[in-house]
């Protein structure tokens, strides 16, 4: 799973994306050097990554990072420093989240920070699917169903975006106006 989450790198505001498919975060290499970060020497490691671009890459780079989630929420933490097209600077990967406490809640649309605060996911209009797949968990007395229950899966179409609630209220007001008997008001004092 992915989810895209405003945060920031060093004090930068910046997008980050959380990646459970990542085990490690990575920085890209144009933006750590824009940041100026403390580099990690001499820690005897290397990384091989395949999947992020074609073909196999390596690195030897590690950085000392400070990420900020929320308003609350500060990691100092170390990322490896590779150039990725993974359309974002920075991705957090499972070594980050798991340590962290993070969550990601897709049906609010959050991330869950460790104390239940909640940082909204960013969308992107790439990420809008046509259709929405859902499971359900269907228990029953009925003979047709196992005992235990059973797992369903199915595509629901999504409904076209609706219209907008302002533009239908002015015209039922504008047709209400234009159909109703109207009532007369008389300035005139009555005579009494």
Known sequence: MRALVKGAVDDTRIRILLDTG???????????????????????????????????????????VKVTLGWKHAYEFEVWIMDHSAGVDVVLG???????????????????????????????????????????SLSSHSSDLPSGGQEVSFRIPRDPAPAPLVEDTLAHYTYLAQHLPRKRCSTEASPG
């Open 22 to 64: 990542a085990n490690v975060s990575v920085i890209s290499a144009s933006f750590a050097k824009k940041l100026r970060v403390r580099e990690v020497f001499d820690h005897g490691r290397s990384l091989e990554v395949r999947g992020i671009n074609p073909g196999i890459m390596e690195t030897q780079r590690r950085a000392l």
């Open 94 to 136: 499972m070594d980050f989240m798991v340590p962290a406490g993070i969550r990601l809640d897709l049906f609010h649309g959050t991330a869950r920070l460790p104390d239940e605060d909640m940082v909204p996911l960013l969308k992107s209009k790439e990420s809008e699917e046509p259709v929405a797949t859902s499971v359900a």
